[in-house]
């Protein structure tokens, strides 16, 4: 596709990151993994590693089975969430609300229970990244601390986060940010939010970007609720240099899911979806399901990130044993359709579509 570049709107984010099309395929932990880096990378678009939930060891194996199938440019993604002082009192009414969840699956309530760990961008994971040198380096939930960016910096990898409102935007331009992901409340997944807790203000991605895109000087991608074409060049209408696609890569064969999960991802086509706090104690949309009815989707007992969700893995697997999708967190944007694409056919359709609507649009 690259003689068509010149037909996109805006360049910056290809030849800021050195990729062919304007889409940056979402880092989704869990489900994203190298087939699908790969996939959306020989596409042209940039291809997006999460790490929070692997080991540094896996993000290396993952890494070299990217690195041998091809060269293109790498964005490895980090959280970088301030971690929680411990709350016994809350952990513990966490675990007297699931109590009865507990005997209904015949489990002990008070069983113990591995904590649910997410480890934030820290000192080795910065060595990580020193050694295998990704071309984008993105954060969520903010930014490391400064002499950790730094390093970052020095080694090449050009740096983007995510901001959930303007405020969060120009944050992250002050402190260096070579572009910013606009994540607007249709999102699935976690929302990106790190200066306020708040969510009740949270605004939609077609009200946010063009305000992100006049308060910031650098390149905008534009993220959540953008599924097809239409979605990419409305992007581009109101201001953003790229879009990041999520949940539409959850139907690609290369996307590591659960069967239950995939199931409830094909019975609807978003408007099932809302904001909860219950499956890791920070904010994210996912499908509705039993746990976000009865306990949810917002509850002050579940504990702070990431702690919520040790209480929840034995009766999550004793509800999946028995083919319930009831205690899993089945994130979900607000707009999705079923395909049967690849990772790499999906990117080169949404490319040609896109181009096709620019096209023919009034000059």
């Not at 104690?281 to 009815?293: E, S, T, W």
Request: aromatic share 6%.
């Amino acid at each position: 596709m690259d003689a068509d570049n010149a037909m996109w709107p805006d360049n910056r984010i290809q030849t800021l990151f050195g990729i062919d099309l304007p889409i940056v395929q979402a880092p989704m932990a869990g489900p994203t993994q190298a087939e699908m880096v790969i996939g959306a990378a020989q596409a042209g678009a940039l291809g997006s590693l999460p790490c929070a939930m692997l080991s540094p060891q896996q993000v290396r194996e993952q890494c070299a089975s990217i690195r041998a199938v091809t060269d293109a440019p790498l964005n490895l993604n980090f959280f970088c969430h301030q971690p929680r002082a411990a709350d016994p009192a809350r952990e513990a009414a966490w675990r007297e609300r699931l109590a009865g969840y507990y005997r209904e699956y015949g489990l002990d309530p008070a069983m113990p229970v591995a904590p649910s760990a997410r480890a934030p961008f820290d000192e080795p994971w910065c060595e990580l990244l020193e050694e295998l040198r990704p071309q984008v380096a993105s954060f969520h939930f903010g930014l490391p601390e400064p002499r950790l960016l730094e390093r970052v910096r020095a080694s090449g990898a050009r740096i983007v986060s995510s901001a959930t409102t303007v405020d969060e935007a120009r944050w992250l331009e002050q402190r260096g940010c070579d572009a910013i992901i606009a994540q607007g409340a249709e999102a699935g997944g976690h929302r990106g939010v790190f200066l306020r807790e708040d969510i009740t203000t949270q605004a939609g991605l077609f009200a946010l970007l063009p305000r992100v895109v006049d308060a910031v000087r650098v390149p905008v991608i534009a993220a959540g609720g953008i599924f097809d074409a239409r979605g990419i060049v409305a992007a581009f209408a109101l201001g953003a240099a790229a879009a990041q696609i999520g949940t539409a890569y959850l139907f690609c064969p290369e996307a590591k899911l659960s069967p239950l999960h995939r199931q409830a991802l094909h019975a609807g086509e978003g408007d099932d979806t809302a904001m909860t706090n219950v499956f890791t104690g920070r904010p994210a949309r996912g499908i509705v399901n039993r746990l976000m009815r009865e306990v949810g989707p917002m509850s002050d007992l579940a504990p702070a990130f990431p702690l919520a969700g040790g209480a929840l893995a034995p009766l999550r697997a004793k509800a999946e044993a028995a083919g319930s999708d009831g205690f899993m967190s089945l994130w979900s944007g607000q707009a999705r359709r079923a395909h049967a694409l690849s990772a790499r056919e999906l990117t080169l359709t949404l490319a040609r579509e896109s181009l096709q609507l620019l096209s023919q649009r009034p000059r």
